[in-house]
């Protein structure tokens, strides 16, 4: 009687557990099943190599089990069953909506941890050499959270959308937390860089005068959220390792749908927009949706002659909504690849980053027989190499069209920035080769699918 008690107990604890838990987020979408794995938890990067983490269990799961033998796989029904428990124990331990309740210090984080030099520099946000490096540090890193909200503030969103202040920093710690701080690459600093360049974009005479404070709201979304829960290897990795993500999003914009869907699950589950009605709810999800996907690398051809044809007919009307967000998928694009139109300090520590994460990518590869993927293998390739490669065949057609689009000195200065960059990166390849004239021939391989989801750096 005692035991079927317990049991009793316990299932009726689960079930409440997991109504709460599905109360968060709605399951009337027809992508429930996305929302679903990615609200469930234990999905976390996990690996006998050896990175694991404690944090909640957001992160893509990668089974490195599969490339073990049938004799290391096997696990006894029971030892299954307890890891089962403590992984539910750990996901309850470290679930928001326990911690939402407890503990209220995430909404302290600007008043605890702000400094004068932050609150200075936050002065100048809009400036193309704005260090979000430093300004991470300043932060105790949280650019994003720090960034973000100050940029709400200042473009009035909080005031026009009638905001909670608390629901949006709550939103914005979970979409912060939700990056992985054991990438070198795609962190959260990253997605606090994009948005930074975004803001920047969004304050281009001729974006300006004519968006809307909606247009705002989700350029700024979407920017913070472009690259949430990236699990630090790419498309061509997850699908040859069998990930459950490339199955769910057939093979296309794999790692793009998982950050859009893992954003939509923050939205809902903080409540932010829970005052606006469903239909607009649902519109700035797809719309958010629309921007994110247009961050796909592979896709960049078609952006690009899109932008180049409007731009040859002179066609292009921002009163026309579709039109305007067809600008704010290409500013957002050029801001998720803006790094080597930063001044060279800026832009060498991004391209090490990036090269790194490349690198530790092609060691899992080497190590498990998997194939090194274009432009991971340490032995072969250089930073010099890959950078004058994806200034060349992604960034400098991108930017070369923005300017057309944009003539302002910020483009100039960008552009300014990427020629000397390219210049800089040249003069390291010819100490390095003594020839100085090899381009990377991955890039130009751009309708191939083994082309890197993220030379892109993004
Ligand atoms: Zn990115």
């Known amino acids: 009687m005692g035991i079927a008690l317990i049991w009793c107990l316990a299932l009726i604890f689960i079930k409440w557990i997991t109504s709460k838990r599905r109360g968060a987020i709605s399951y009337d979408s027809s992508d429930q099943t996305a929302l679903y794995i990615r609200m469930l938890g234990d999905v976390r990067v996990r690996s006998r190599a050896g990175f694991e983490t404690e944090r909640r269990g957001s992160h893509p799961y990668i089974d490195f089990r599969i490339f073990h033998s049938n004799s290391e796989i096997e696990v006894s029904v029971s030892a299954r069953n307890v890891r089962r428990l403590l992984s539910f124990q750990r996901y309850l331990r470290s679930s928001r909506f326990f911690r939402g309740i407890t503990v209220p210090n995430s909404s302290n984080i600007l008043d605890d941890d702000y400094n004068g030099q932050a609150k200075c520099m936050l002065e100048k946000v809009g400036n193309w050499n704005f260090d979000i490096f430093l300004f991470d540090r300043l932060t ?31 939103f914005l710690v979970m979409v912060q937390e939700d990056y992985h701080s054991q990438n070198p690459y795609h962190n959260a600093v990253h997605a606090a860089d994009v948005t930074q360049a975004m803001h920047c974009y969004l304050k281009e005479p001729k974006l300006s005068k004519s968006l809307t404070p909606w ?40 790692l793009e749908n998982h ?10 589950e903080s409540g932010l927009f829970a005052h606006m009605s469903l239909e607009n709810r649902q519109l700035m999800e797809s719309q958010i949706g629309d921007l994110i996907l247009a961050t796909d690398i592979s896709q960049q051809n078609e952006y690009l002659s899109m932008f180049r044809s409007h731009l040859d007919r002179g066609d292009l009307c921002l009163e026309n909504a579709n039109h305007r967000h067809f600008i704010l998928q290409m500013a957002l694009k050029c801001a998720d690849i803006c790094n080597p139109c930063r001044t060279w300090e800026l832009s060498k520590q991004w391209s090490e980053k990036v090269t790194e994460e490349f690198f530790h990518q092609g060691d899992i590869e080497k190590k498990y027989h998997l194939g090194v993927s274009p432009l991971c293998d340490r032995q072969t390739e250089t930073i010099a190499n890959i950078q004058i490669g994806f200034m060349t065949y992604l960034v400098e057609p991108l930017f070369g069209e923005w300017a057309r689009f944009s003539n302002t000195r910020l483009s100039q200065t960008m552009l300014g920035h990427l020629g000397l960059n390219k210049a800089s990166w040249k003069g390291v390849q010819r100490e390095q080769s003594g020839s100085g004239d090899d381009v990377d021939p991955t890039f130009e391989e751009m309708d191939s699918d083994i082309l890197p989801q993220e030379p892109r750096l993004s």
Do not use: C
Not at 150 to 170: A, P, S, V, W, Y
Not at 259 to 268: I, K, Q, T
């Open 140 to 170: 105790n890193g949280n650019s994003l959270v720090s960034l973000t909200f100050h940029l709400f503030n200042l473009h009035g969103l909080i005031e026009h959308f009638q905001l909670d202040t608390m629901k949006l920093r709550r």
């Open 215 to 254: 247009d705002v709201l989700l350029s700024l979304i979407a920017a913070a959220t472009h690259d949430l829960d990236h699990p630090g290897v790419n498309q061509p990795f997850l699908i040859k390792t069998n990930h459950y993500l490339a199955t769910l999003y057939k093979n296309t914009s794999v």
């Open 259 to 268: 950050h859009w869907r893992s954003a939509v699950g923050l939205l809902r």
